[in-house]
């Protein structure tokens, strides 16, 4: 198997261009994808996603698709200082995926996602195995989740136009619970990256989705969006440089003025690094048929993005060390 690197040159104005080392993580022959990482320290890094029963069937040359039935499982990968290797998780049926993790203590891990295309799946690990959590009430796909202590949690995915909930949760230490959404168009938005620095220091990533329609022809279009809670509210912050057809799927915030955000932009990846004031986007990387950045978490003073990329026939995982100079 071949696989082309590509590193895509951005020719916008940086003040910071982080090196970075692709880690090799495991694969068989089906579709994989990893889709949320949390670290502890430089020896205990966990990254989750999906892997699938039966791999597409991938024109690279097209890019087409076949969208029949392919049964998903859980996948937890955890990294111990050297190498990554696959844990073994919990599923229900036959289309579960996680979508993210986030760790409190090396026996305290949380892991969300979606069984089916719309329902809610909640995992927690105590040290020994994965345990299905009952989620709250309504829940959708849930794609972040962010830790702060074991009675402490958030977790983020689709909003309800209804009800006006359902982007975010709360666990309390004993149940799930719903939090009315931030100020953004009910039904249009998904939230797709959590980071907790304190209870009143929240950063959310994720999309606006909106219409564009010319003429008698309608397009839609992707945009993401930046959101800081302070305790009392939700803030809109600045965006990274993208264009339309990008989004943000994960966010890391070490302080109000070091913050990644990562997602993909036109079939490669995006990276930024946000310093209080400005984002500077890291040169984006495409494997093979196109590639995508899932999940980020800062570690050590280093930033590990996971996603995906296109090789011949399938997806497989992909995880990124960046180190900023």
Request: glycine share 10%.
């Amino acid at each position: 198997m071949v696989v082309a690197l590509f590193v895509v040159r951005d020719v916008r104005a940086q003040t910071c261009s982080p090196d970075f080392t692709i880690t090799p993580t495991p694969n068989g022959p089906q579709n994989s994808q990893l889709k949320a990482v949390a670290g502890l320290d430089v020896n205990d890094v966990w990254a989750v996603g999906f892997t699938q029963d039966t791999s597409y069937q991938t024109l690279v040359e097209v890019f087409t698709v076949d969208f029949g039935f392919h049964p998903s499982r859980t996948l937890t990968e955890h990294w111990d200082g050297a190498q990554w290797s696959v844990v073994p998780s919990v599923s229900l049926q036959n289309f579960d995926q996680l979508n993210a993790v986030s760790a409190v203590a090396t026996d305290d891990v949380w892991a969300v996602g979606q069984i089916s295309l719309r329902g809610a799946l909640f995992i927690h690990w105590d040290g020994g195995g994965w345990n299905i959590v009952d989620p709250p009430p309504d829940a959708g796909p849930q794609f972040a989740v962010a830790a702060l202590a074991s009675d402490d949690v958030w977790s983020a995915g689709e909003g309800r136009q209804a009800s006006n909930t359902g982007l975010f949760n709360h666990w309390d230490g004993t149940s799930w619970t719903n939090i009315p959404n931030p100020p953004l168009t009910p039904g249009s938005a998904t939230i797709r990256g959590l980071s907790a620095l304190a209870p009143n220091d929240i950063w959310a990533a994720g999309s606006v989705f909106y219409e564009f329609c010319p003429e008698k022809t309608c397009y839609l279009f992707e945009t993401p969006r930046v959101l800081h809670w302070a305790g009392g509210s939700w803030t809109i912050v600045d965006r990274p440089q993208a264009f339309d057809l990008s989004r943000l799927s994960g966010i890391a915030a070490e302080s109000g003025s070091s913050v990644w955000g990562v997602g993909s932009e036109n079939g490669h990846t995006l990276a930024s690094h946000w310093d209080g004031s400005r984002w500077t986007n890291a040169p984006a990387l495409q494997l093979g048929g196109g590639t995508g950045f899932e999940g980020v978490t800062v570690v050590g003073g280093d930033a590990w993005a996971v996603g995906w990329f296109v090789a011949p026939g399938r997806e497989q995982t992909l995880a990124v060390r960046y180190r900023c100079n």
